[in-house]
């Protein structure tokens, strides 16, 4: 199907980071054609299938969610008022040992159906709950059918009270490579998710991320997120977190590094040498009181930095608006300057970052030969208007609801803020009996 979109502030988030206000977009098929300022040419009026009338919303690529851990929306407002340990003792462990296969899917459905109404449309997902392939399944069973990208990361750690053997991580790890990775049209993919420093031991960090390497997969893990983390390594190694992953020479480009919050300068200097990724989650930062990110000083290195907004459990929204507005505060906060942070930069993290982060080069930008994973938000809100900036509108003013159409590959996921081809309600009634069930099993209780 050709389709044009026109009319909006169209933010290409190309390397000038191009705005055509007013501009115009032409897809044909899954691929964006072309795109323009002004009007649309005449021509492409008459060939089009379809016209979707833009004005008065910014028209951006579809938004990438860094980092999440979908299941645990079963887990929202269940934690409030835990730090992180107690937090992931008394809730989330309880609820994940639990989980059936069937919880898992429903637990998903709900998560990717709240991220794209909310303008996501690729997610990396550190999948939590292992205890069976099919567990792991239902969740990529699940996004095959919500239609958006999911880039699962297969979380594991041999240490601890839930520890795993290495044979058997890699085991799993390469099935799900060979049963997953690239399908869906190229909207699944596989990688390694070691879980946190503490509980990886140096020979499963090494033997898992080289194995992950030779296969082509990334590999992405919870980095210096709150200072007893720091503690529990430095018991270990005496090592801090990215010194543990530098000794070990794991760091790289294809190495995600979630949360980075108690880092030093010298550890930025190396991660930025290496060319590993960061991921910053301020949302979950700010509701487990866990710290502040130095993202201006990630930037100014040169590190690429992409946003999360970590698990529903872990601060109760999937608002990539939100996360983006509360990177932009916090950085400024953080300096104590007002210019320490921009919107353009923000949705840069969001958009052209996260395809780096996906591991894609036609994603994250509104241009010739891009991935038609597009965009429509309204800027015509009592929340947004008269703000003459659709980059500041974006990120101070609008919110997940003012998310009007959404595709993913060309193909319309979400229409008027209503889900295509989803039973809404069905959606929503099958999570709060799955969560009634899954908290009574489990012994959870708010």
Same mark, same amino acid.
């Given at each position: ?12 988030m ?86 059936? &296969? ?5 637990a ?76 869906a ?7 390694s ?21 030779a296969?082509?997969? &990334? ?12 503690a ?26 979630v ?22 989650? &301020? ?57 320490a ?17 996906m ?28 703000? &003459? ?39 929503l ?18």
């Amino acid at each position: 199907m050709s389709l044009l979109i026109e009319g909006g502030a169209v933010l290409t988030m190309d390397a000038a980071s191009t705005i055509h206000r007013p501009g115009w977009l032409w897809v044909e098929g899954e691929r964006i054609a072309d795109v323009g300022a002004g009007d649309a040419p005449a021509g492409l009026r008459g060939a089009a299938d379809r016209i979707i009338n833009a004005a008065g919303m910014a028209v951006l690529p579809g938004m990438v969610n860094g980092h999440t851990h979908l299941e645990q929306i079963m887990a929202r407002g269940v934690g409030d008022g835990r730090p992180v340990i107690r937090w992931l003792r008394e809730v989330i462990w309880p609820l994940e040992a639990a989980m059936t &296969p069937e919880d898992v899917y429903a637990a998903t459905r709900l998560a990717l159906l709240e991220q794209l109404k909310g303008g996501i449309t690729a997610t990396v997902q550190h999948h939590k709950v292992v205890a069976s392939l099919e567990h792991i399944e239902a969740a990529l069973r699940a996004a095959d059918e919500m239609g958006g990208r999911l880039l699962l990361m297969r979380l594991w750690a041999d240490m601890g009270a839930r520890g795993e053997p290495i044979a058997a991580i890699l085991g799993q790890l390469s099935k799900l490579r060979e049963r997953w990775h690239g399908t869906a049209g190229g909207r699944i993919a596989i990688g390694s998710g070691p879980t946190v420093p503490w509980r990886c031991s140096d020979a499963a960090m090494r033997e898992i991320t080289a194995a992950a390497r030779a296969w082509g997969l &990334p590999s992405h893990i919870h980095v210096a997120e709150t200072r007893e983390e720091l503690a529990l390594l430095r018991e270990r190694t005496g090592l801090a977190h990215i010194e543990w992953l530098d000794a070990l020479g794991v760091l790289g480009p294809d190495l995600h590094l979630v949360h980075s919050v108690w880092v030093n300068d010298a550890e930025l200097d190396v991660a930025a040498a290496s060319g590993a990724l960061m991921v910053h989650c &301020p949302s979950s930062n700010l509701y487990l009181a866990s710290g502040i990110a130095p993202v201006r000083k990630m930037l100014d290195r040169g590190i690429p930095v992409t946003l999360g907004t970590d698990g529903a459990g872990g601060g109760g929204s999937q608002d990539i608006f939100e996360t983006a507005k509360l990177a932009v505060y916090l950085a400024k906060l953080n300096a104590l300057d007002p210019t320490a942070m921009t919107p353009l930069e923000a949705l840069r993290m969001a958009t052209a970052n996260g395809a780096r982060q996906m591991g894609q080069d036609d994603l994250g930008r509104l241009a010739p030969g891009a991935l038609a994973d597009i965009v429509l938000v309204r800027l015509d809100t009592p929340r947004a208007i008269p703000s &003459p900036d659709p980059a500041s509108a974006l990120v101070y003013s609008v919110c997940a609801a003012d998310v009007h159409t959404v595709l993913v590959a060309g193909r319309v996921l979400v229409e008027a803020g209503r889900a295509v081809g989803v039973d809404e309600e069905a959606v929503l009634n099958e999570a709060v009996e799955t969560a009634r069930r899954l908290r009574a099993r489990a012994g959870v209780t708010p």
